[in-house]
């Protein structure tokens, strides 16, 4: 998408544990861009036409919470956009829905088939509202008085994930054992909890992650790049291993996808 139709809104002190940012995106002109895995949840909410999808064959629903995906694909539109998301850090959509992420994976899903008349009648509140800054303030105001009913055990839990994550971004090489230590949980507790906060397990996510940090570096090389220092500061094994996983995260080399798209690390840029 062209980011200068973009416009990012940074969430509250309270919800910054647990959501990057919400973004608004309005648009006239026909859509057709490429987009890749990013490493976090999403809620949309399409005020107007929404977006189709044509590797899952769908159209997301005018209410659709977006899962870890581990492919990138297009998105088409015939103009008459604006939306409004709310992109949450990669451990913490669960706590608001209190349904395990994992049940998103790979879809788009209808926020209404999840029977949350909470959520609906937020949705409701947002279509019926002309002013987007306000329709943020909404939001919060959601997401805060769902914080209210989350217990301290359940946020314990979901720091625990967190610190792990970190750790991911930091280091992707570290082991899932050494994950799991840190977690202080033993590997297969580990396992389940960081697939039902994040919606993947810890080795695909790793593998997404090492993706981003690689776009990250290519987004500011636009003059040409070296693949085997990418390779290595992202935690690939070698540059053979980058190009492998370049193939099968967006079906281009390094070196191909920036003759056709302007690479940008959604993971590891803060557009606020």
Not at 72 to 84: P, T
Not at 169 to 189: H, M
Not at 193 to 198: A, G, Y
Not at 202 to 215: C, D, G, H, M, W
């Amino acid at each position: 998408m062209i980011q200068d139709k973009f416009q990012f809104y940074k969430p509250c002190k309270l919800l910054q544990p647990y959501v990057r940012y919400y973004w608004i995106f309005k648009s006239e002109e026909l859509l057709n861009t490429y987009t890749f895995p990013i490493g976090c949840p999403q809620i949309i909410f399409h005020k107007r036409s929404p977006l189709y999808i044509p590797e899952l064959n769908t159209t997301q629903d005018k209410l659709t919470i977006s899962g870890q995906v581990n492919f990138s694909s297009h998105l088409f539109a015939k103009g008459d956009i604006e939306m409004i998301v709310a992109v949450f850090h990669p451990h913490a959509m669960n706590l608001f829905l209190n349904i395990p992420t994992f049940l998103f994976y790979n879809q788009e899903v209808s926020g209404y088939d999840i029977e949350d008349k909470s959520l609906e009648e937020l949705a409701m509140q947002i279509f019926e509202c002309e002013d987007n800054a306000f329709c943020i303030n909404r939001i919060e105001e959601w997401l805060l008085s769902r914080i209210k009913g989350i217990s301290s055990y359940a946020i314990y839990k979901s720091k625990r994930i967190d610190t792990t994550i970190k750790q991911i971004y930091a280091t992707p090489q570290t082991s899932v054992t050494e994950l799991s230590s840190i977690a202080c949980l033993s590997k297969k507790q580990f396992e389940r909890e960081f697939q039902s906060h994040v919606g993947m397990n810890p080795r695909e996510y790793t593998r997404i992650v090492r993706f981003q940090k690689a776009l990250a570096q290519m987004q500011y090389q636009p003059n040409g790049i070296n693949q085997a220092q990418i390779a290595y500061t992202s935690g690939y094994s070698d540059q053979s291993h980058l190009i492998r996983e370049f193939k099968k995260l967006c079906g281009h080399t390094p070196m191909s996808l920036m003759k056709i798209a302007t690479p940008y690390s959604d993971l590891f840029t803060n557009p606020i």
